[in-house]
């Protein structure tokens, strides 16, 4: 997204810089304006109203794409004996989704952290193999994001894991199993 918005600047400023540029060196200034209010005033009504909406669609996009990786970052922070310490989020996120690769009934996971009060909440969505025995695998991954926080962050007051199951996603029959 950085990128898009960086060429939709680039592109945006070398227009104006080319419409100033022939401004200043244009010898007749007065009647360089007549002429290309002429020309645009010649084009037909339907492709006026398409090059306007398409400067103000193209100027819109500009906005979006700068709102959007402009996204702060939040983090979570607590003091210790030598000081203050804060970590991502984002990276406290990623490294909860690796959990996926210690349960072999997971098929995928998403974290979601919430920080409220100075207490983190962690929430995971996450889809399971069928036949998984989901409340025995929910509370092991609870204990084991606990483990991991206590382990990694240290004091880190942890006001509940939230484990949500939206997918079961079933076997696919094989030969041998369509023949019997």
Not at 117 to 146: F, H, N, S, Y
Request: proline share 2%; glycine share 6%.
């Amino acid at each position: 997204m950085k990128v898009f918005h960086f060429l939709l600047g680039l592109v945006l400023y070398l227009s104006i810089a080319a419409c100033g540029l022939a401004l200043m060196v244009s010898t007749q200034y007065p009647d360089f304006i007549q002429t290309a209010l002429t020309w645009a005033s010649d084009l037909p009504a339907w492709a006026r109203v398409l090059a306007g909406v398409g400067v103000i669609l193209y100027l819109f996009i500009y906005l979006l794409t700068a709102i959007a990786w402009r996204r702060r970052r939040s983090f979570i922070t607590f003091e210790n004996e030598s000081g203050t310490v804060s970590v991502s989020t984002d990276a406290v996120r990623e490294y909860l989704n690796s959990l996926k690769d210690e349960f072999a009934a997971v098929v995928w996971l998403k974290s979601q952290l919430r920080a409220s009060r100075g207490a983190l909440a962690v929430g995971l969505v996450l889809g399971v193999k069928d036949g998984t025995q989901i409340p025995e695998l929910c509370k092991l991954i609870q204990g084991r994001v606990r483990e991991l926080l206590e382990e990694h962050l240290g004091t880190c007051d942890l006001s509940g894991v939230s484990v949500e199951v939206n997918e079961i996603q079933t076997r696919k029959k094989s030969a041998t199993d369509l023949s019997a």
